[in-house]
């Protein structure tokens, strides 16, 4: 095999989103990748993730920053790229589901302001929630990578893997991407899923691998994800790897030498990139990940880490941080309860939250909104089926029905309220970018209008100007480096006439 | 295959060896380790490296620690265990060569004091140097590991490896080790050489590979190593592992899941040993490695990570930090011309300290004793062919003439007197092994000798009892974390009148 030209590996970069989203609590500001650009431009990727996911909550939020025009940069300064986003299917970017009408339009304002690839996946698994954003993609001509959310359950199989990629196919995705956020997918599923999909759909159904590096197994798996036939992998480069990133790019490029595979990627591009983030990132070390090193338990737990800390905080503000264990213990049974869904955005930080109140009050004693709207099918369709008696207490909780069509089906066009809410604000300039903008973050985004003038925020600091803050203390605007965007939600709990407050930071 | 009972692959433990060596500058103090011993002892490791490498150095020169009692006591806590050491050939543990009476004598304290496994390496390769200490190592009973230290040039080859696992199958050795102490060993090339070695030589010689975890890629290189038939490879524990260290020991376990390979280990056992050393990782925080990434460029300066550190603070001292990449770009040529020697130590120190008086002084004007001796033979044969020209210079300097013998031909008994020297000295108490202790590192030892009564003296600190040390304020006893022992060896250089003063550090 060495001696025939080798087979390409497309790679997907993800220094611009998912690797300052996983390692940098998703803080980095555009005038820190800027002079990154033209490398990446010219090294030879197959794409470049560089917006959606936690990205624009991160924009308005915390970096003043116009999401929009941050696409348009990207847009200029990759002229030779393919742009590549994460959307949550029918949650588009926000956290809850969004009427069809309101999914076109942010698809298509997506597609008109640069973006060129859009993976598009559902926490659930549940492609009735990925058919109308992935119909969307398709009517603007640009490419439509449906996702399957890796996850180990005594209910998914390979053959149920190879089933819902049968589903994205006849759905008209471009391509497939097997993301796997929590680092679970170790070498041999990586060979079985990729090879049962190639086998059973054809070679030509283009397969892309996404892994976290957490457990530390994972370069392996992607190696094993390309002998099985997968087209292209997504890593990050060196300097923004590892931890609760992902695999270094660099590394990818070596491993392959001489055995039959090669990326074509630039390395002298490559160490200049490099070079670049080495010297940006410790100007977030505020944000840094807490995660460091290599973490197995994530295998036992099937939590991921970032969700892990954000119910280590949860507890101590409860003055209950000793129980962690029992958290952590609970987790995959309220996970069980709720029919094996796998835990990414939003599903980890519901499933979580819940095992927390489990512990603290006593199981399903106190449900969470989102939990029992999880429970009643609010969010669609899990694997496996979901626990009667907590179903029963969270009808009676919610005061609503069980459902089983389409969670978005129950919505009625909203578009024109969307609009009309937004127009009122101050600041607003009235375009459809706004609007969409103020749909997904209704919180954030009238602040956000009001200051956008201001222009971006640069939320990192020169580490040799500023003393660093006393271990401990709390800086008013830090993340801990988990979560991408810290949006606390405060609940008031009252139980047995006992009153709780209970603060819950997504994941 | 994963029908059938899978084969067991067996696994060194580094964490109290070449892990701390690595990361925390061999500061490790046995205090630190003994609360781990029970369940390393358990967990079901082939051996537990332990002994041997920096260790004996860093025990009298910083820990005021007996290095025979440590050994004593790794003993009398893994009675289970197969305890491994690091040797390097006709060199033990110091940095010359030393006569074989001393070698036998060395080996047979080593064996008496617990020792089982006696990995064997020479920095050249160089078979005659191996041969005394394997034959000492066969008298006692004991495992002899014989090493190939793995590097890339032009003139090695699958073959070349073949033809050296050969020489030492033949000399008696009980095992293979590929040693990676940079961390070159990519994938396809594991696979290779330990295909060829199992086909040349058979299916029963046994290999074990070494890989530090630096580049990024050593892990999947285990993968292919394994699918190759690699019987051991070598971990270490996750909270000691990455950066210029190991691949992570639960990830190996977990990596082989359903594989058709298993390690047997017990995780609940490994994730103990994991929770200690990581809650003793901290206190050593001043020698951290101030490598945390990865770094690809290794790959092509094929300059291990230590060695660029040391490098740095040489040119720093000259006031030329600026010439770096120069450096850098001078260590491949130098190494060319001495006959492309594996960089490992000492050859790796050699090297480069003579590439950085290249680059400050012009090429080959000044010629270090230590160059000049491996360009004449007197640390033995060298693959290629060393330059000519360099060689007459090098006879220049030393005054000596060019040898092709084994170095350690040209010794004479020296065991009477390296006791008559020891006994001398004040605390020695007379024993074989402080006249080892001595004849090994003759600098160091009569004021250990003095102060060994003290006890040992543990140098990590609690993180929260002391300030962190102002950033760039040197602390006086405080390594970078890159050379194991930092003997600073000073050389006052004198170049068309002017006069330099050159300190060079062992990486």
């Known amino acids: 095999m060495t001696q025939n030209s080798p087979k390409k590996i497309e790679v997907t970069e993800l220094a611009l989103r998912d690797a ?6 998703t803080r980095m500001a555009m005038e820190d990748m800027v002079p990154a650009c033209e490398d990446i431009d010219k090294a030879g990727y197959w794409s470049v993730e560089c917006w959606g996911g936690a990205t624009f909550d991160a924009c308005i939020r915390f970096l003043n920053e116009d999401p929009w025009e941050r696409l348009r940069t990207f847009r200029k300064l990759l002229p030779n790229s393919r742009l590549q986003m994460l959307l949550r299917g029918q949650n588009l970017l926000g956290y809850r589901h969004y009427e069809d009408t309101v999914a076109d339009r942010f698809v298509e304002k997506a597609a008109a302001n640069g973006m ?4 598009v996946f559902d926490a659930l698994n549940d492609v009735r929630n990925l058919r109308r954003s992935i119909k969307a993609v398709k ?3 640009k490419h439509a990578q449906g996702t399957i959310c890796y996850t180990v359950s005594p209910l998914h199989t390979v053959q149920g893997y190879v089933e819902l990629a049968e589903k994205l196919v006849d759905m008209g995705c471009d391509s497939l991407c097997i993301k796997d956020m929590a680092a679970l997918l170790k070498p041999q ?10 086998e059973s759909l054809g070679e030509e159904v283009r397969v892309h691998v996404h892994v976290h590096a957490t457990t530390g197994v994972t370069l392996v798996s992607l190696m094993k994800a390309i002998e099985a036939g997968a087209d292209a992998v997504d890593t990050a480069i060196s300097s923004l790897s590892l931890g609760p990133g992902h695999n270094p790019t660099e590394s990818l490029v070596e491993m392959l030498e001489d055995t039959g595979y090669t990326t074509g990627l630039d390395m002298q591009r490559l160490l200049r990139i490099k ?3 080495a010297k940006v990132r410790p100007r977030y070390a505020e944000f840094l990940s807490n995660i460091t090193g290599v973490e197995t338990e994530i295998f036992d737990s099937q939590i991921p880490g970032g969700m892990i800390s954000n119910m280590e905080s949860q507890l101590k503000q409860q003055g209950a941080a000793d129980r962690i264990k029992e958290v952590l213990a609970e987790v995959p049974r309220v996970r069980a309860d709720a029919g094996y869904p796998p835990l990414v955005t939003p599903s980890s930080q519901i499933v979580g939250t819940q095992a927390v109140f489990n ?3 006593g199981r399903y004693k106190v449900l969470t909104g989102e939990f029992a709207d999880l429970m009643l099918g609010y969010y669609g369709e899990t694997i496996g089926a979901r626990d009667r008696a907590v179903i029963e207490r969270a ?13 978005a089906d129950l919505l009625t066009p909203e578009w024109d309220q969307l609009r009309a809410a937004a127009l009122n604000l101050e600041g607003c300039d009235g375009s459809d970018e706004d609007v969409l903008t103020h749909a997904m973050f209704p919180q954030v985004a009238p602040r956000f209008f009001k200051t956008r003038a201001q222009g971006p925020k640069n939320v990192g600091r020169d580490p040799n100007a500023a003393p660093a803050p006393a271990p401990g203390a709390a800086a008013p605007a830090a993340g801990n480096g988990q979560s991408p965007v810290r949006s606390a939600i405060s609940y008031e709990v009252k139980l047995n006439g006992r009153s709780h407050n209970v603060t819950v930071t997504p994941a």
Not at 20 to 25: G, I
Not at 116 to 119: C, G, I, M, S
């Open 20 to 25: 300052h989203q996983s390692l940098l609590a």
């Open 139 to 141: 009517r603007t001509g």
């Open 275 to 277: 070079d670049h983030f």
């Open 359 to 361: 512990v603290l009050m």
């Open 189 to 198: 599923p990586a060979f079985d899923i990729v090879s049962a999909i190639k």
């Open 395 to 407: 009808g009676q909780h919610a005061k609503k029905p069980t459902i089983t069509c389409r969670p």
């Open 116 to 119: 060129d690839v859009f993976r």
